[in-house]
């Protein structure tokens, strides 16, 4: 048996270092802007001038407080959010225009206490934005803002990963997914969700929101032993059919991943090695961060083996690793661990 695996074992290897040499096709960053279009021309029709100035004007210190956060210019991120909150406290927006401008801005500074480690304050935040977007939609027809209450809703899983609440997290990103596949009408979350709604989001939008929220996924199962993998994917389990046909119409490549993710639970490691080995050949194209993931079960997996070949593995997936673009850090320590523990 452990000769089967070490040809499979090289396969993959060969297969990964195949599929690293093939470009990443990341979706483009404008899927939302005919939401945003949208949005914008409603508000434009419902709105006085005055509004209209003073939101675009917030919308704009809101833009570059968030480049700042994204660059660690954390000072500056947190001058641009007082910039954009003086509309909210000088009271010239109407009550409508307010309710806006204060959504959108929760949501963004709730980013900023993200990346500071401040969790429970940006739950509070996405809750108060979710709630202000439930009352646009019901009590003034800005049902656009649906897509927004998804992303919120995508914001809570990371920050639940970040915090390692992984059960929440995991149950959550398995809730969307389900949801966004049509499987279920009902998310844990304010608001109105319903099967008609999510008919409507365009396919490469919903095709890249199940993406990210697979990578949350991803993040959350990584480096944990075999035991805790268990418990987690058996959330996964509660809330989807992972049926081996691939019948995922929503992201095809995502559903691919969660099979071997299955392979791995079950301890199945031919059918891991062999999925793994189809999975990695095709290149990162755009879900790199669940490509990552498959390389880091496969290194695990020859660790635990420690067959001839698992040395070898170890030493040439964490040379490679350094040059791999949007690698995780979790991802690259876990690789580095590996890498020195056969040293």
């Not at 390692?164 to 969307?176: N, W």
């Not at 691919?256 to 090695?273: E, Q």
């Not at 593995?313 to 040379?319: D, H, S």
Request: aromatic share 8%; proline share 4%.
């Amino acid at each position: 048996m452990s000769n089967s695996y070490s040809e499979l074992i090289q396969t993959a290897l060969e297969n990964c270092q195949r599929g690293s040499r093939k470009p990443i096709q990341l979706p483009p960053g404008n899927l939302d802007r005919s939401f945003s279009q949208k949005l914008v021309t409603l508000m434009e029709s419902r709105l006085p001038l005055t509004d209209k100035l003073l939101l675009r004007w917030c919308q704009d210190a809101l833009h570059q407080a968030l480049v700042a956060a994204r660059c660690g210019q954390i000072v500056m991120a947190k001058q641009f959010f007082t910039k954009a909150r003086t509309p909210l406290e000088s009271d010239t927006l109407s009550i409508e225009g307010g309710l806006i401008c204060k959504s959108f801005h929760e949501v963004a500074e709730a980013y900023l206490d993200y990346r500071q480690s401040a969790f429970d304050q940006a739950r509070t935040r996405l809750f108060e934005g979710l709630a202000i977007d439930v009352l646009l939609e019901e009590k003034y027809g800005y049902e656009l803002l649906y897509l927004h209450r998804l992303q919120i809703a995508l914001h809570l899983v990371r920050i639940d990963v970040a915090c390692m609440c992984f059960e929440s997290a995991i149950d959550l990103a398995c809730r969307l997914l389900s949801y966004l596949e049509g499987a279920s009408e009902a998310l844990p979350l304010p608001g109105s969700w319903g099967s008609k709604r999510v008919a409507l989001l365009p396919p490469e939008l919903a095709a890249t929101m199940f993406v990210q929220i697979t990578d949350q996924v991803a993040l959350a199962l990584a480096g944990k032993n075999h035991q805790v993998t268990r418990n987690l994917f058996a959330v996964v389990s509660h809330h989807m059919q992972l049926q081996a046909d691939g019948n995922c119409q929503c992201h095809p490549r995502s559903h691919a991943w969660f099979l071997i993710k299955r392979a791995v639970v079950s301890n199945d490691i031919a059918t891991f090695l062999e999925r793994a080995s189809h999975f990695l050949t095709e290149g990162r194209a755009d879900t790199p961060l669940l490509w990552y993931a498959t390389v880091v079960d496969l290194v695990a997996l020859c660790d635990e083996l420690a067959l001839p070949e698992s040395e070898l593995v170890r030493q040439e997936i964490a040379k490679d690793a350094v040059t791999w673009e949007y690698l995780p850090q979790p991802f690259l320590t876990i690789l580095s661990g590996y890498a020195n523990s056969g040293t």
